[in-house]
Every structure is written in C-alpha cells, then in structure tokens.
C-alpha cells in the first residue's frame, strides 16, 4: 500500500547528536556497507538459482506475442469441424491422431511453410460463434498459466471468406476474450495485424479497423507474415494511418530476415516494439540504437527453433541480447503448434538457453513494463506482479 504525503512520518535527528557526529558517520557508513553486502549476497543467491518449472508456473506473468489462429485446443478443431461439415479439412478425426499430426510442423524447412501450418486452423475460424470461443478459450488457457496480462493478435481480414465484416470479426473476437476476463481476473487486449502478403490496401483497411476500436479493447497495429521480399516499409501507409491515431505499434521483423527488416520497422513504420527481432545483433550500431532507447523485443523462443531461424535453443541469441541490455521478453507466438505456454518457455531459456534467475526476472516483467496499456494502469499491473514476485530485484531491475 502506498503511504500518503499526509501520514508520512517525519525523520527527526536525536537531541544531541548532528548528522556532521563522527559516530553518526561512522554509522552510517558502516550501514552502507551491510546493505550493500546484502544486496550483493542476494543477487549472487539469485545467480546460483536452479529454478524448476514449478518456480516458474508460480510466478506472475504477461503474454506480449501470441496469435489467436495459433491458440487453438486441440479438441476445439475436432468439434469447430465436425459442427462445420469439415472433417475432411483436418488431418485426422480425433484428437490424440491430430496432436500427431500437427507435430509434424517440427519439420517445416522455413517460416513460410511453418505459417502454411494455418490452413488447418484459419478455416475453421469463419463464423463469430467460432471466433468468440477460440478468443475465450485461449485467454482462459493462459489465466491458468498464471497469466495475468494478455495481448492477442490477429489479422481479422483472415476471418471474412465467408462473408463476415471487419468490424463482426473483431467484435466476435472481443466479445470472448471480454468473458474470460470477467470469468478469470486476466486482463486481455488486442492487437491488429496487416499482412505482409496481402496487398497494402488491405494493411490498410486493417489499420482502419483497429482505429475504429481503438477505445473498444485494440490496443496496437502489427505487421506479420513470412519476411522475405515482403519489406516492411512497403506497408507506410497503413502505419502512418495508425500512428497519426495515437495507436501502439508493434512489428514483425528480424525473425527470418536480417537487421535492415528491424531498421524499416524503426524508422520506416515507427515500430515501438519489435517481434522477435532475433538477427539484431547482426547490427552493432543498430543494437546500441535499441539498448539506448529500450525497444523491447517480443521473443518467441520455441517458435525460432521450429521456424529454423535458429538452430537450437543452445545457440539462440537470447542470452548475448540480454548480456547486451537490449530489452527482452519472452513469448510464445503460437500455443498450438509449438505445444508451449509462458511457463514453458521461461524455463526453456533459463535451462537450455543460459538465462539466469535475475535475468529472467526482469525478462518476465518485462512483460507487464512493455504493455501497450496507459502509463497508469501499466504501472499498476507492474507494481501487483512485483509485489507477489518471489524473487528480489538485483542490479538488473531498473532504477525507473
């Protein structure tokens, strides 16, 4: 509870002794230097923690990059199609078989045939009945991880091949996570993608969209789909659109393509945050550019070892990005096909990738610090999460 100016309590020196008292110096001198033993004693403690996944489960946590066509249970497509007449459609009619077969996107050779995957899940997500389940659905699975703060993002223009509106799709998708809110206590919000692929009138009619919305639960813009030759910049005008709206801006890019993908979505669109943007570090200039400024990167571990854009989590570039100051958060892009949660996917880089404890302390409250939420209300989630977080801050926690 934060005390009142009104009730603080004044600090008054003992009659008799000066603050200039070489006692009194001696002191406090000697108590600076017990708190700073201490303080080191407990960020070396927190260096040296093994942490179980258990640990992990406990703590509170935020969601910055996941997308709903990818958030699908498993149980949920088997019943979607058969209600939909579109068995034929999935690669198997139950559901242990199809958690098989959807494994098998472990051997998409890129990202392009990693999001080919979606034709599986995108059809099934074409009525408002459908889309308000899978919303609720999803945000109800990550409360259960502990999840406190969900962003969910999707490209509504997906949504419409049998003839629902922009605006029937987004109303749908709100409309379920708002119930799952009021079930559950998780705050959710939404994000709207353009797609590389499509034409940029469509980016734009989705930028239109999300302005519309943008009291209504929308929170930000994003441009997704596969990198290559689909630059960022060629989508300005759907950007400029949202961010002359006062609309958060987060962008696709640096995942299978290198750090000029990250320098477009910087200076070309106005990203404020960046997706995955893993190939940074392939920049030195651009990297110090990111540090200095704190643009946060939405990392999805799992998803980077599936899409092949990285070889292993032994040799992801998350650690030499944190070591380097760059603002990090941990994701998990698609709960479906990559079989994770944010529990998961913490403890994959605390355990495989060699982030340590305190390290991975800032990195999951990163996740409220990040959020495209007013300052306020950011503030408030964050205060709550580090309140009930069981680790103490280290050098690593910042100071503002």
Not at 255 to 273: C, K
Not at 376 to 394: T, V
């Amino acid at each position: 509870m934060v005390r009142s100016i009104r009730n603080r309590q004044k600090c008054v020196p003992r009659r008799g002794i000066t603050t200039n008292s070489p006692i009194d110096g001696n002191k406090i001198k000697q108590n600076k230097i017990e708190q700073n033993q201490k303080k080191k004693t407990d960020v070396d403690q927190n260096q040296n923690v093994r942490l179980s996944h258990e640990d992990i489960a406990a703590w509170p946590k935020a969601e910055l990059h996941s997308h709903l066509d990818g958030a699908l249970r498993l149980g949920t497509m088997i019943d979607l199609a058969r209600k939909q007449g579109k068995m034929d459609l999935l690669p198997a009619d139950n559901v242990p078989d199809l958690g098989i077969e959807l494994k098998k996107i472990d051997d998409a050779k890129d990202l392009a045939e990693f999001l080919a995957w979606f034709r599986y899940t995108i059809p099934l997500m074409q009525s408002t009945e459908a889309l308000e389940r899978v919303a609720y659905e999803m945000a109800i699975d990550y409360a259960a991880d502990n999840v406190r703060y969900l962003e969910v993002r999707y490209g509504p223009v997906l949504h419409t091949e049998e003839g629902l509106s922009l605006p029937a799709v987004n109303n749908a998708v709100l409309d379920g996570l708002a119930r799952a809110e009021s079930e559950t206590g998780i705050r959710t919000a939404l994000i709207v993608c353009g797609l590389r692929d499509r034409y940029v009138s469509a980016s734009l009619r989705q930028a239109e969209l999300a302005v519309d919305f943008q009291h209504q639960g929308v929170v930000g813009f994003d441009l997704a789909g596969a990198e290559a030759g689909n630059p960022p910049k060629e989508h300005k005008s759907a950007f400029y659109h949202a961010r002359n709206h006062l609309l958060n801006l987060t962008v696709h890019a640096g995942e299978s393509w290198g750090p000029d993908s990250i320098h477009q979505a910087l200076f070309y669109l106005g990203a404020q945050r960046i997706g995955h943007g893993i190939t940074l570090g392939q920049d030195p200039e651009l990297l110090r550019y990111v540090v200095d400024r704190q643009i946060p990167l939405e990392i999805c571990p799992t998803s980077n070892v599936q899409t092949h854009v990285v070889e292993s989590f032994e040799t992801h570039p998350i650690k030499s990005l944190v070591d380097a100051g760059v603002a990090v958060t941990v994701n998990t892009d698609n709960m479906l096909f990559s079989r994770t949660n944010v529990t998961e996917e913490l403890f994959r880089v605390h355990t495989r990738c060699g982030i340590t404890a305190e390290q991975l302390r800032e990195i999951a409250l990163n996740g409220f610090r990040f959020a495209f939420q007013p300052y306020r209300d950011k503030q408030s989630l964050l205060r709550r999460a580090i309140a009930d977080f069981p680790l103490p801050g280290s050098d690593l926690t910042p100071v503002c």
